[in-house]
Structure formats: C-alpha cells, structure tokens
T-cell receptor, first 114, second 117 residues
Framework: NAGVTQTPKFRILKIGQSMTLQCTQD?????MYWYRQDPGMGLKLIYY???????DKGEVPNGYNVSRSTTEDFPLRLELAAPSQTSVYFC?????????????FGPGTRLLVL | AQTVTQSQPEMSVQEAETVTLSCTYD???????LFWYKQPPSRQMILVIR??????QNATENRFSVNFQKAAKSFSLKISDSQLGDAAMYFC??????????????FGKGTLLTVNP
C-alpha cells in the first residue's frame, strides 16, 4: 500500500495564479482532511470530508475549495493564490469508526506564493 | 474551543539519555483522545503514541511513554534511550471524542528535539 500520496512535492506560484493540490489514498478510508502548516506552528484544518460527495469547512477555509467525487481522491483547489497561502499542505485520511482511529498523513506539498 | 500548548519550543538530549516533552491542553469535555506526532526533516507526520482519556493507564510504545494527568490536563511524552533518529519536531494533538468535532485534530505548536551524539 502506498498510503496517502500527494502531488506535487513543491510548487512556486505567482500571485493570482490557480492550482490544485492532489491527494490520493489507497486504504479505502472514508475520512479525509487537508491541513496547512505555517512556519513554527502546528497544523490547522482547512477542509475535511466524511465520504464521497460530502465536504465541510475547517478552521481556515478561506481561499480554498475542495471536492470529493471518489473515496480515493480529495483535491484542494487554490483559485487566486496569495502570499498568505505560502505554507506546507498536508493531506490525511482515517478509517470510519471511533475518534481514536489513527490519522495517516501524506508527505506534504510545499507551496511558495510570490 | 480546545487548545493545545507546548511550552518548550526546543529541547535537546544526549544520545542514550531520557527526555520529557511537555503538553497541556484546555477542554471542558470528558471524552477525548490525545496524540503525539513526530515530524522528521522529511516533513512526514508519524504517529508516535495515542492515549484515550477514559483510560487511567499511561500508554507506552517501546521507548516512548506518556504521563497523562487528566485532572491537570497534562500529557507529557517521555523518550527513553534517545537515539539520533528521534531528532524531529514533536507535536501534541487533541481530538474530541463526541459530536461532530471529533473529525479534526487540534495541534500544539511543536517542540523541536535535538539529539546530541
């Protein structure tokens, strides 16, 4: 199993450009998450999904959009990139069931907006 | 809203020695879960250990153990026989055990651990 994979690993964007961060998991997990990690900080939740077709906002959703058309994929869309979106982005997934279930993280995507 | 505080931005330990990383949290809930995640330079987030709040017994995983003090809302991580590979950023995280908020993890700001040979 590959687990949670993310592409690209690193990207430089110009202000106002758009891009999609890809996230795929092969563990058949219902729950998927997008977090961002700013320098010197912990991770903050952007969006999450509890299953195909169901998404909801986290703590810091402004400037982002998501979709969940399949169980495996959970892409994160940046429509108009801003310098404040410079960060490392992590995708995660976990099984359904109790809240104690482990969350598995992808390797992250480092995004630089100039 | 729950908050997680890690008061030690950086810690260092000699190889083979023991180090303890501190974490406190604020919650009004009685049902919740606590986690320690390790983030090495590769940036991959790796689960180290998990504690269920309803369990009085402290969780252990090989060289890693926790001191869970529910009344004090404290959740420290002890690393015994430290190894060079333990060098990483360590994050304490909280998850509610009830209601819709159980979907997300709330993270502290992290403690950077250096292991000296």
């Amino acid at each position: 199993n590959a687990g949670v994979t993310q592409t690209p690993k690193f990207r430089i964007l110009k202000i106002g450009q758009s891009m999609t961060l890809q996230c795929t998991q092969d563990m058949n997990h219902n729950y998927m998450y997008w977090y961002r990690q700013d320098p010197g900080m912990g991770l903050k939740l952007i969006y999450y999904s509890v299953g195909a077709g169901i998404t909801d906002k986290g703590e810091v959703p402004n400037g982002y959009n998501v979709s969940r058309s399949t169980t495996e994929d959970f892409p994160l869309r940046l429509e108009l990139a801003a310098p404040s979106q410079t960060s490392v982005y992590f995708c995660a997934s976990r099984e359904a069931g109790g809240p104690g279930e482990t969350q598995y993280f992808g390797p992250g995507t480092r995004l630089l907006v100039l | 809203a729950q908050t997680v505080t890690q008061s030690q931005p950086e810690m260092s330990v000699q190889e083979a020695e023991t180090v303890t990383l501190s974490c406190t949290y604020d919650t009004s809930e009685s049902d919740y879960y606590l986690f320690w995640y390790k983030q090495p330079p590769s940036r991959q987030m790796i689960l180290v250990i998990r504690q269920e709040a309803y369990k009085q017994q402290n969780a252990t995983e090989n060289r890693f153990s926790v001191n869970f003090q529910k009344a004090a809302k404290s959740f420290s991580l002890k690393i015994s026989d430290s190894q060079l590979g333990d060098a990483a950023m360590y994050f304490c995280a909280y998850r509610s055990g009830s209601g819709g908020s159980n979907y997300k993890l709330t993270f502290g700001k992290g403690t950077l651990l250096t292991v000296n040979p």
